[in-house]
């Protein structure tokens, strides 16, 4: 079955310091998300992108935050400088089209504590 | 007012039993409904997407109330591997990507 890869699966970083998330969507899949989960809460959305540009940002995506496909394959997403409130699960996501947002898959999440 | 709310639970109910969970939302204009699954420390998952008729896959059973904003999902015939939190969300559709995420049920299923 196809799936969204995501790495580092764990990363500590120390505040201040800029960190790159990556992940590696389902093949034929167009749109792409990013999504965070802080311990004990909800999941909370983002960023999507499609067609190389952001689609829909939150207000958590501020000027600290970015998203890039440097390539075919790879989507990013970059903290500049990061914050002990950035520490979170960070989940990668992609759908295949339009009309099935709401079908997305996740990838198994990249563990981010900042300290 | 939350934008989708869930009683947190935790539900512990014996295998076999049947469970059921309930949802709120608070945007009216909201077009599509899911049912997603996450276990401890796992990504969410989609379990089941919830059309207006409500529909059935094995096991499970959702249904929509658009009138009421209010969408459920029931579980027959629990089974340990059910063990999970269960997570409602909302896309708001039209020009909206995101999906707006419940805080979750968390299920207990015991022998």
């Known amino acids: 079955e196809p799936e969204v890869t995501q790495t580092p699966s764990h990363q500590v970083t120390q505040m201040g310091q800029e960190v790159i998330l990556r992940c590696v969507p389902i093949s034929n899949h167009l749109y792409f998300y990013w999504y965070r989960q802080i311990l004990g809460q909800k999941v909370e959305f983002l960023v999507s992108?499609?067609?190389?540009?952001?689609?829909?940002k939150s207000e958590i995506f501020d000027d600290q935050f970015s998203v890039e496909r440097p390539d075919g394959s790879n989507f990013t997403l970059k903290i500049r400088s990061t914050k002990l409130e950035d520490s979170a699960m960070y989940f990668c996501?992609?759908?295949?089209?339009?009309?099935?947002?709401?079908?997305?898959?996740f990838g198994q999440g990249t563990r981010l504590t900042v300290v | 007012r939350k934008e989708v709310e869930q009683d947190p639970g935790p539900f512990n109910v014996p295998e076999g039993a049947t469970v059921a969970f309930n949802c709120t939302y608070s945007n009216s204009a909201s077009q599509s409904f899911f049912w997603y699954r996450q276990d401890c420390r796992k990504e969410p998952k989609l379990l089941m997407s919830v059309y207006s008729s409500g529909n059935e896959d094995g096991r499970f059973t959702a249904q929509l109330n658009r009138a009421s904003q209010y969408i459920s999902l029931l579980i027959r015939d629990s089974k340990l591997s059910d063990s999970a939190t269960y997570l409602c969300?909302?896309?708001?559709?039209?020009?909206?990507?995101?999906?707006?995420f419940g805080s979750g049920t968390r299920l207990l299923v015991r022998p």
């Open positions: 992108f499609y067609n190389n540009e952001i689609s829909e």
């Open positions: 969300v909302v896309n708001e559709g039209d020009s909206s990507y995101k999906l707006i």
């Open positions: 996501a992609s759908s295949e089209a339009r009309d099935r947002v709401g079908e997305a898959f």
